[in-house]
Antibody, heavy 122, light 112 residues
Framework: EVQLVESGGGLVQPGGSLRLSCAASGFTFSSYAMSWVRQAPGKGLEWVST????????YYADSVKGRFTISRDNSKTTLYLQMNSLRAEDTAVFYCAKVQNSGGSRPYFDHWGQGTLVTVSS | DIVMTQSPDSLAVSLGERATINCKSS????????????LAWYQQKPGQPPKLLIY???TRESGVPDRFSGSGSGTDFNLTISSLQAEDVAVYFC????????FGQGTRLEIK
């Protein structure tokens, strides 16, 4: 059974940093691209970033480019999202999601974690 | 980016009746390499993450009840629930993956 468990969310001041983690199990982690998708409170879904299975290719939404960095450790089957220069509009539940392919292009998301809440406020 | 627009924003249907949600994309999402439409549907129940229902516009994900079906091509797509059950109350989202992934705003489905 695929399991994705996010951690690392919390309250951070504007301009601050946070690192999210997603521990994966139940599938061959390195064979699949992984993504982060966020959902502001009471709002819709916004794709944030994707990384290929072997970690060599990354994709970012324009809204986070230059501020967020996605990475993965296949030996630990863990996905990360380093978030810097956080803004109030980054407040959201961040979901880790498994992509249906290895390369990460044209992704849809076949499994999702329960999410971790990031609140950016002074 | 491709803009995805769902209608209606909310929908109330009686138990056992048909529910249909529409999703329109601002440009075609037909992927020429496989002649398939790069369109997925998700269901999100309160307090839960989204769940994949349909991909390639009409392929049902494993384990999804066959009362859920997807149709459409190009820029116009539908998600249909043939006989609404109480457990289908949720918000439904479409998503295109032809280019940078984008989602529709969501349709809230309730029981009439």
């Amino acid at each position: 059974e695929v399991q994705l468990v996010e951690s690392g969310g919390g309250l951070v001041q504007p301009g601050g940093s946070l690192r999210l983690s997603c521990a994966a199990s139940g599938f061959t982690f390195s064979s699949y691209a992984m993504s982060w998708v966020r959902q502001a409170p009471g709002k819709g879904l916004e794709w944030v970033s994707t990384i290929s299975g072997i970690g060599t290719t990354t994709y970012y939404a324009d809204s986070v480019k230059g501020r967020f960095t996605i990475s993965r450790d296949n030996s630990k089957t863990t996905l990360y999202l380093q978030m810097n220069s956080l803004r109030a509009e980054d407040t959201a539940v961040f979901y880790c999601a498994k992509v249906q392919n290895s390369g990460g292009s044209r992704p849809y998301f076949d499994h999702w974690g329960q999410g971790t809440l990031v609140t950016v406020s002074s | 980016d491709i803009v995805m627009t769902q209608s209606p924003d909310s929908l109330a249907v009686s138990l056992g009746e048909r529910a249909t949600i529409n999703c329109k994309s601002s440009q075609s999402v037909l992927y020429s390499s496989n002649n398939k439409n790069s369109l997925a549907w998700y269901q999100q129940k309160p307090g839960q993450p989204p769940k994949l229902l349909i991909y390639w516009a009409s392929t049902r994900e494993s384990g999804v009840p066959d009362r859920f079906s997807g149709s459409g091509s190009g820029t116009d797509f539908n998600l249909t629930i043939s006989s609404l059950q109480a457990e289908d109350v949720a918000v439904y989202f479409c998503q295109q993956y032809y280019s940078t992934p984008t989602f529709g705003q969501g349709t809230r489905l309730e029981i009439k």
